[in-house]
């Protein structure tokens, strides 16, 4: 590495452990438990943080110290919060990823979550260990404009959408379903929420009747409809971000179009949209100006996209002051797009550039890695492999076990960077079966990595599911997109004047997506599908980078496997 690179690094370093005069520490301090909720009208179980779910909003300024002082109330479960799109830049132990950056945290034990936030943005938290996500531990985190700074667009003033799928079965249940011989698929969703709140088996148009009654226990506070109450002639911001566990959504506000200028904590050059899918891991926001009827109020409407939606679409309602909140739009709910009408989706991704002045790719990397999404059998289990390869993960978390040379932690063989050059991703696999593993991809500090995210028919023909990829600890460029398998050819296609920066991007079926990114984030990372049962099924894989860079690790992260008895206050002993 150059003397400049150098330099560089140690400025930039530097600068985020001192922070501004003007930074401050933001502290929570949370217990997460299970507590009775009614996320759709219907009672149920879900995991809580502070008696409330979703879990409270993150409000910071970038450049700030978020510290979370986090107690496990779950009576006989581990824990752990994933920061998601927030890069860790300095702390990859608060990480938050079980056997990844950190040990679990056990029943009746409080870790300290303490990092920086480095730029603006729309982004949440959500649970990473197990399928914790799939029972709500989730929640926002929105970081605003450092004092002092602006951001390329006005608005009069802003909201937020977080939105998850919901299931009536627990997620014990659901696990015990995706590792059992036969196979038991979770199944689609029983609802849509958004902030917490849907309505199970209502009809959209009962949904605000007289007394929100019709649905037959729409009384609840804990799931009655969103409501953005606005004034006439003015520019909102919508802040959207997708916790989902397995759905795809499409959002439309009736009667208004919406102006896309955020993605992932990125700005993009704005692009006008009807309506806009969102995968889950991503994050978005988007401009709308009330310049429709005011004597009207209008259907904000999410439908599901993907697969074949057996969940009805949630609502929320966009309501003019001064027409009151149970005012009945007078024109239908927006009608969300075929669920398999994948040119449209493609349509909107392909829109999505970075605005002029981001920073851009290297021209060419050092490196390709190409991943190959295939469902395969394990010793008859059914399961999601790459490169033939499903994850698993090690008691001891990679991040001390590479830190320290602790040896017989994970298998330290490469693992492949590609795949047959005569595997057909347009058939089922002519050979089904594949291994588990839990080898890491270790690249150079400083190095550019290219990877191919490559689609694939699973394991019944005509069948090739979308899948949202979501990288830890960095940004990356989305190069490209395309049909069919990935050649050399198509290296003449990427876009290297305006890729977006993203965390997590989406793989259409049958098709392949080119990330470029810098591995220039000491620490262990996940990168994976942000499906929760595709994860929990192996559908992932663990990249490292200039792990000898990385701090004293807190003990606090090291309290499990081989760590608990060698490795004590960042120092190893014999």
Known sequence: MTLLKCLLLYVFFTSLLLGSSSSKARHHKWDVEYVYWKPDCLEGVVIGINGQFPGPTIQAKAGDTVVVELKNKLTTEGVVIHWHGIRQLGTPWADGTAAISQCAINPGQTFEYRFMVD????????????????????????????????????????????????????????????SSIPFRWIGEPHSILINGRGQYNCSITAKYMEGMNTCGKMASPQCRPEVLQVLPNKTYRLRIASSTALASLNLAIGGHKMVVVEADGNYVQPFTVTDMDIYSGESYSVLFTTDQNPSSNYWISIGVRGRLPNTQPAIAILNYRPNTPSKIPSSAPPVTPAWNDYDHSKSFSYKIFALNGSPKPPSVSNRRVSLLNTQTKVNEYTKWAINNISLTLPTTPYLSAIK?????????????????????VMRPPANPNSIQGNKVYKFDFMSTVDVILQNANALSGNVSEIHPWHLHGHDFWVLGYGDGRFTNKDVAKFNLKNPPLRNTVVIFPYGWTALRFVADNPGVWAFHCHIEPHLHMGMGVIFAEGVERVGNIPKDALSCGVDATIVTNGTRHP
């Open 119 to 178: 730029k603006p943005g729309t982004y949440f938290y959500h649970g990473h260990y197990g399928m914790q996500r799939s029972a709500g531990l989730y929640g926002s985190l929105i970081v605003d404009v450092a004092d002092g700074d602006k951001e390329p667009f006005k608005y009069d003033g802003e909201f937020n959408f977080l939105l998850s799928d919901w299931w009536h079965q627990s997620i014990s249940a659901q696990e015990v379903g995706l």
């Open 404 to 424: 320290f040379g602790l040896k017989n932690v994970y298998d330290e063989e490469k693992p492949p960077e590609g795949f047959p050059e005569d595997y057909d």
